[in-house]
């Protein structure tokens, strides 16, 4: 097989229906484009369930008088509540944050904000931070049990579990997947369709010089050839734009609408190797589809 003859045709192709070539590769873009966006999406919930895993408690915050005057945790009320935490097997230890430690840690986790400014430590409620024992992969029960003995005892103002609000910041990013892929699925479709109408056409537009090259011999797979394989170049420059459209959307985008979460630790920040990671693959992707959608309708609806 002569490879000038395949670049030859493709270059061909390719020029001759530039316009419809032109909205395949865009339309592969953005409907890539909304995977990658998924995937980041996907790798950021991962990684935040990395970094919760260890650091998850359950918060009992102390009413307004117990806090201000029990700096140690040695009062008769704050002193039960913390033996009768330490004496239950679900929980693996307690630690007890004073007025002052809980503004300390307010200030490093909004510096910056103007919200950190208007806090004074009499605002903030002393804790006791509660460890719990993991038990079949889940430390769930634990959670129940201590909200349950907490709630309502003397000097206890709320019992927070940390997993409630976690859980809201999944589903958060969750929706943004799922959105994202919803998106992608819709593009997707065009995208195949586009692929399937342009290479009819590319077909349609040299069936003269085909059925020559049919008569004097040439195989089907030598005459479809060049039609794959511009099939598979509009699918990874579609891919190509897709990657370099995430990388601009990071740092014109999610750097932004995520710096402040990201920087006090709430979430791990979309760093720029993953972003390259994540356009790597959709190259493939990008490849594979087109191909096969190529090579699908070469097969059914065009004889060559």
Do not use: H
Not at 42 to 58: C, F, G, W
Not at 130 to 152: F, I, R, Y
Not at 183 to 202: D, E, F, H, K, P
Request: net charge neutral; glycine share 8%.
């Amino acid at each position: 097989m002569r490879t000038d003859f395949v670049l030859r045709e493709v270059s061909t192709g390719l020029r001759r229906n530039v316009t419809m070539t032109v909205a395949m590769v865009l339309t592969t873009a953005i409907s890539l484009l909304m995977v990658g966006t998924g995937l980041l999406a996907v790798k950021t919930i991962d990684a935040t369930e990395a970094l919760y895993s260890d650091r998850l408690e359950v918060r009992v915050a102390l009413t307004q008088d117990v806090s201000t005057a029990d700096a140690d945790c040695t009062q008769p009320i704050c002193a039960g509540l913390l033996s009768t935490l330490e004496n239950s097997p679900l929980v693996d230890s307690v630690t007890y944050e004073n007025q002052d430690q809980a503004y300390a840690r307010f200030q490093e986790l909004f510096a910056g904000q103007s919200v950190a400014e208007l806090a004074r430590p009499q605002s903030l409620p002393a804790t006791l931070r509660v460890k719990l024992v993991e038990q079949n992969g889940s430390t769930e029960a634990g959670a129940a049990a201590v909200k349950q003995a907490m709630t309502d005892q003397v000097g206890v103002r709320t019992v927070i579990d940390q997993r409630d609000v976690v859980a809201k910041l999944f589903d958060f990013l969750g929706g943004v997947r799922n959105m994202t892929f919803a998106l992608a699925l819709v593009q997707a479709v065009a995208a195949l369709m586009l692929i399937s109408n342009t290479v009819q056409v590319s077909a349609y537009t040299r069936r003269t010089e085909v059925g020559v090259m049919r008569l004097v011999g040439a195989t089907r797979w030598y005459t479809q050839l060049p039609f794959l394989v511009e099939a598979v170049i509009t699918g990874v420059v579609g891919a190509v734009l897709a990657g370099v459209g995430l990388i601009v959307g990071k740092f014109a985008f999610i750097d932004s609408l995520l710096a402040g979460i990201a920087q006090n630790g709430v979430i791990p920040p979309v760093t720029l190797t993953d972003v390259i990671t994540t356009s790597v693959y959709l190259v493939p992707i990008g490849a594979l589809v087109a191909g096969v959608t190529g090579y699908i309708t070469l097969r059914l609806y065009v004889k060559v």
